[in-house]
C-alpha cells in the first residue's frame, strides 16, 4: 500500500481537461511544498513533469499545471493529447530525509 | 544532457545480495548540486523510494526506513557512477530498479532506464 493515495484510474477525451488527485498527510503533502508528478510510459523512464507543486522542468508542456490544498495535491492535463496516456505518480517528501510515491493513476485518451 | 545507464543482473537468488550500478554522462556522482538515488517499482508495493548518495563536504547517504539494515549506495568517482547492493535478498524484493537524480523536495529529474530483478532459485 503506497503512503500517498491516488485514484487507480481516469479519464478524458481528446482535447479535454482532467485532474489527478493525491492525498497525503499533515506530515508529507501538507507540511512541505514538495510535491513532484511522474508521467510513466511503461517501459520508459518515467519523466518529471512537476515539482515543487506547480513548477514545469524545461521542455514540458503548459498544458501540465499543479496545485495544492491542505494535505492534497492534483495534478492536471488540459488540451488531453493520445500521448498524454501514461501513469502518473504523485511523490512528496516525507520528512526524515525520506521520499513518499502515490500508487499511481493510469490516464486513458478516449 | 544527463543519462544514466544502468547495468547489473537480472536474476539473484534468494538470500544473496543485490548488485546494481548507474553510471553518470553530463555531470558528476561527486557534484555539490546533485544527489543520486534509487527507486524501485513493482506491483505490490508501487513506487518505493530507497535511498540516496551525495556530496557535500564530505559523502552522505539517506535510506528507507523498510531496507535500511539490508541497503548500500556506494559512488565511484573514478568511474562516475553510483551503485546500489541490497543484501538477503527474497522474492519480495522483485521490482524494476531505477537510478535517478534529484533532491527529495525538488523532483527527480532524470531516471535511468530500469533494471528488471527478479528474486529467484
Known amino acids: 500500500q503506497s503512503a500517498l493515495t491516488q485514484p487507480p484510474s481516469a479519464s478524458g477525451s481528446p482535447g479535454q481537461s482532467v485532474t489527478i488527485s493525491c492525498t497525503g498527510t499533515s506530515s508529507d503533502i501538507g507540511a512541505y511544498n514538495s510535491v513532484s508528478w511522474y508521467q510513466h510510459h511503461p517501459g520508459k523512464a518515467p519523466k518529471l513533469m512537476i515539482s515543487q507543486v506547480s513548477k514545469r522542468p524545461s521542455g514540458v508542456p503548459g498544458r501540465f499545471s499543479g496545485s495544492k490544498s491542505g494535505n492534497a495535491a492534483s495534478l492536471t492535463v488540459s488540451g488531453l493529447q493520445a500521448d498524454d496516456e501514461a501513469d502518473y505518480y504523485c511523490?512528496?517528501?516525507?520528512?526524515?530525509?525520506?521520499?513518499?510515491f502515490g500508487g499511481g493513476t493510469k490516464l486513458t485518451v478516449l | 544532457q544527463v543519462h544514466l545507464q544502468q547495468s547489473g543482473p537480472g536474476l539473484v537468488e534468494p538470500s544473496q545480495t543485490l548488485s546494481l550500478t548507474c553510471a553518470i554522462s553530463?555531470?558528476?556522482?561527486?557534484?555539490?548540486?546533485?544527489?543520486w538515488n534509487w527507486i524501485r517499482q513493482s506491483p505490490s508495493r508501487g513506487l518505493e523510494w530507497l535511498g540516496r548518495t551525495y556530496y557535500s563536504s564530505k559523502w552522505n547517504n539517506d535510506y528507507a526506513v523498510s531496507v535500511k539494515s539490508r541497503i548500500t549506495i556506494n559512488s565511484d568517482t573514478s568511474k562516475n557512477q553510483l551503485s546500489l547492493h541490497l543484501s538477503s535478498v527474497t522474492p519480495e524484493d522483485t521490482a524494476v530498479y531505477y537510478c535517478?537524480?534529484?533532491?527529495?523536495?525538488?523532483?527527480?529529474?532524470?531516471w535511468g532506464q530500469g533494471t528488471v530483478v527478479t528474486v529467484s532459485s
Open positions: 535517478a537524480k534529484g533532491w527529495l523536495a525538488g523532483g527527480l529529474d532524470c
Open positions: 511523490s512528496s517528501y516525507g520528512g526524515s530525509n525520506n521520499l513518499l
Open positions: 553530463g555531470d558528476s556522482v561527486s557534484s555539490n548540486s546533485a544527489a
